[in-house]
């Protein structure tokens, strides 16, 4: 009997750090993070990044930059995509900003306030 609940031990605990490693590489891959911010400024000439605003689902960010530039960054895999957007293409929704002009992307959990906050005098002194 004693082996019979050690070896289902084991199995449980195998079965648990199998879970445990999926989880942790499905969150890594499509992960936009803290690199944002450097994949703006690397994928459009003379963009200067403020600040990166990450989506709570960590799939998309919008980076507020300088004179009133702002990008989308997008994870494709493990890849960061980069592209400058209109202000007039984001659209506040109660979910996050909606992103158009193109394919349409949410950036889930970033409202208009994080966006002020992000830009600060900086957007101020110029819209």
Same mark, same amino acid.
């Given at each position: 009997m004693t082996a019979t609940l050690w070896s289902v031990a084991a199995a449980l605990v195998a079965a648990v750090a199998g879970v445990a490693v999926w989880w942790w590489l499905r969150g890594r891959g499509g992960a936009v993070g803290?690199?944002?911010?450097? #994949? @703006?400024?690397? /994928? +459009?000439? =003379?963009? #200067? @990044?403020?600040? /990166? +605003?990450? =989506?709570?689902?960590?799939?998309? /960010?919008l980076v507020v930059g300088r004179h009133n530039r702002v990008a989308l960054v997008t994870a494709r895999g493990r890849r960061l995509s980069a592209r400058e957007v209109r202000w007039q293409d984001v659209r506040a929704l109660p979910g996050g900003l909606r992103v158009e002009g193109g394919r349409p992307v949410l950036v889930a959990g970033v409202n208009v306030l994080d966006v002020r906050r992000a830009g600060g005098a900086e957007m101020r002194r110029e819209g």
């Amino acid at each position: 009997m004693t082996a019979t609940l050690w070896s289902v031990a084991a199995a449980l605990v195998a079965a648990v750090a199998g879970v445990a490693v999926w989880w942790w590489l499905r969150g890594r891959g499509g992960a936009v993070g803290d690199a944002a911010a450097l #994949a @703006a400024a690397g /994928a +459009l000439p =003379g963009f #200067a @990044a403020l600040e /990166a +605003l990450v =989506g709570d689902d960590r799939r998309a /960010a919008l980076v507020v930059g300088r004179h009133n530039r702002v990008a989308l960054v997008t994870a494709r895999g493990r890849r960061l995509s980069a592209r400058e957007v209109r202000w007039q293409d984001v659209r506040a929704l109660p979910g996050g900003l909606r992103v158009e002009g193109g394919r349409p992307v949410l950036v889930a959990g970033v409202n208009v306030l994080d966006v002020r906050r992000a830009g600060g005098a900086e957007m101020r002194r110029e819209g």
